[in-house]
């Protein structure tokens, strides 16, 4: 039986047994969903489902991800394994079936939640699963001062006075490109430390149409990159609540700067209408190979490795603003946490500790996952033993990563508004009227999901 079907076979389990249950009993045990403190959610339901018979401690992990099963064992799963047998470590996969929601509904216990900076805190608390680890930590001799200190700054940020996560992996954005179009332009390749303006003039160069087919030179994820703006603006004001789209001048420089300019050549709009009026993307970087560099994820090649190894391609560091060189985007780290249900902390912690130390980083780093420590020696192995031999692995450090702003837990929620903008003040340039509609999209679905 595959991980999906396994884990919807249990979820219907669950919810048969959490129903039986509460329709049998006067008193009940039935507020399965209730996750607030006192009784573990689903009480006897969940630990008729997991309990397990081998006698170790059992650690249920989870990610809203969607990560696999599969992906999972590769980064972490094989090496916890050879390292604790006395535990049973459990990932449960978000499927279209079975997300957080559900789970809690069934009464599956989660010991170890992780989730990148994006949705981390919102997953948390939608639940009310956020579990302050400071005391923990101290006892578990977890030096957060070890981190690169923006991702620290950030966790702290969130959890307000407490610490709801530790670091495992980060992630950042670079500059890839495709050497081929490059050859066949006649055009020097991209550089480390480069600046937007002389990343949009390369973008011109590269712009163009021979034959039957077009090119264009320059584009970058938007979703990513307004998450993890160099200028580190907030998507949501802290003292308002409200979104900054409208009211932050600093937009509309990141905008004109980082999408704009790039695009201000004679056949680059033109491509754009062309394609839905969107922003060339991962189908025309990759798949139609039309697109010379994409800024995207530093992680991004092992989510399509097909893909990248059909292209002639390397990376640079992303290119900065001419008035804050030697910055880059904002760093994008995953955290692991324990929560409210995690019934054996001691060892939840010791399995987090584990992910954090030189050997495991230095692990991760060689094969291409961002590491989370100021160790210059774990860091200069980064991608030594990634399929992709050669590559420039060093642009993701290149640069120092920007400050991490106020995150509310609406960012990802509007993240799509702030995103739509973007092809459009490079199609129609009018900043003031696309921002002030998007500002009010965003506020709207603060407001619809319950934003204070």
């Known amino acids: 039986m595959n991980s999906r079907k396994f884990y919807s ?31 573990e959610p689903g009480g006897t339901a969940a630990t008729s ?25 590769e980064r972490f799963g094989d090496l916890l394994k050879e390292k604790f047998p006395n535990y049973t470590i459990e990932y449960i996969p978000k499927t279209n079936e079975v997300g957080l929601k559900e789970l809690i509904t069934a009464g599956q216990r989660i010991d170890i939640y992780w989730e990148s900076i994006g949705g981390f805190s919102t997953y948390l608390t939608d639940f009310d699963l956020q579990y302050d680890m400071t005391e923990l930590i101290e006892q578990h001799e977890i030096d957060m001062t070890q981190f690169e200190p923006t991702i620290v700054d950030a966790i702290k940020q969130i959890s307000g006075d407490q610490i709801w996560g530790v670091p495992v992996f980060n992630n950042t954005m670079v500059l890839y490109y495709n050497k081929d179009l490059f050859d066949k332009f006649g055009v ?7 600046t937007w303006d002389e990343a949009a003039e390369l973008s011109k160069k590269l712009t163009r149409t021979e034959g039957d087919k077009s090119y264009v030179g320059l584009s970058s994820s938007e979703t990513h990159l ?37 695009a201000d050549v004679s056949g680059y709009r033109e491509y754009m209408q062309a394609h839905e009026n969107k922003l060339p993307y991962r189908k025309e ?66 399995v987090i500790k584990y992910l954090v130390s030189e050997e495991v980083q230095t692990k ?16 200069e192995q980064y991608g030594a033993d990634s399929v992709y031999q ?10 120092e990563f920007a400050e991490i702003p106020y995150k509310s837990d609406h960012d990802r929620t509007i993240n799509t508004p702030y995103a739509k903008a973007a092809p459009r003040v490079v199609l129609e340039g009018d900043f003031n ?20």
């Open 285 to 350: 970087f990759l798949e139609a190979q039309e697109l010379a560099m994409f800024g995207w994820l530093s992680s991004i090649t092992s989510v399509f490795p097909d893909e990248f190894s059909k292209m002639n391609w390397d990376m640079v560091a992303m290119p900065t603003f001419a008035d804050a060189p030697g910055i880059g985007t904002q760093a994008y780290p995953t955290y692991f946490s324990l929560t409210k249900m995690t019934e054996n902390k001691d060892a939840a912690m010791e």
């Open 188 to 194: 020097d390749y991209p550089v480390d430390g480069m």
């Open 390 to 399: 050669g590559k420039n692995y060093g642009a993701a450090f290149f640069n």
């Open 9 to 39: 076979v249990m979820l219907t389990l669950c919810l048969s047994l959490v129903w039986v249950l509460s329709a049998c009993s006067s008193g009940g045990t039935g507020n399965a969903g209730n996750t607030g403190g006192g009784e």
């Open 433 to 452: 009227t696309i921002f002030r509609e998007y500002a009010e999209e965003s506020n709207q679905k603060m407001t619809d999901a319950g934003a204070e």
């Open 226 to 262: 307004l998450l993890m703006n160099h200028l580190s603006i907030p998507y949501v004001d802290p003292e308002t609540k409200k979104s900054t789209l409208d009211q932050d001048e600093r937009w509309k420089n990141f905008y004109e700067t980082v999408f704009v300019k790039p």
């Open 364 to 379: 991760l780093s060689r094969n291409g996952i961002m590491p989370v420590l100021k160790n210059d020696s774990i860091i």
């Open 49 to 73: 489902v997991v309990n397990n018979k081998d006698g170790k401690d059992t650690l249920y992990v989870y990610s809203n991800s969607g990560d696999s099963v599969e992906s999972w064992n």
